[in-house]
C-alpha cells in the first residue's frame, strides 16, 4: 500500500461525508474544503447518535483519526 497515512484518514473523511450527504453529481457542497466536510461529518454523527466522542476531538485537517473514522463508517453501516 502506498501513501502516507493523512491520505487515507483523508479519504475517510470524504467517504463519511459523502455516506452522510449523499448529493447529485456536480452538487458545489461535494467541493467543500476536508475542514468543512469533517465538521459536517462530526456534526452528522452527533445528531444521529454516535457514542465516540473521541470522533469528535480529531483534527479536521485529515492528518489523524483513521481508525475512529472507520470505527464510525462501521456504526453506521449496522445501523442501516
Known sequence: MSG???????ALWQLLFR???PLPAGNALASL???VQARLVKSALCSQGYPRLALAQLPE?????????????????ARG
Not at 485537517?61 to 453501516?77: C, K, N, T, Y
Request: net charge negative; aromatic share 6%.
Open 33 to 35: 474544503a476536508l475542514e
Open 61 to 77: 485537517d485529515g492528518s489523524q483519526g483513521s481508525r475512529e473514522l472507520l470505527l464510525a463508517l462501521s456504526w453506521l453501516l
Open 19 to 21: 455516506v452522510l450527504s
Open 4 to 10: 502516507q497515512r493523512g491520505d487515507w484518514t483523508s
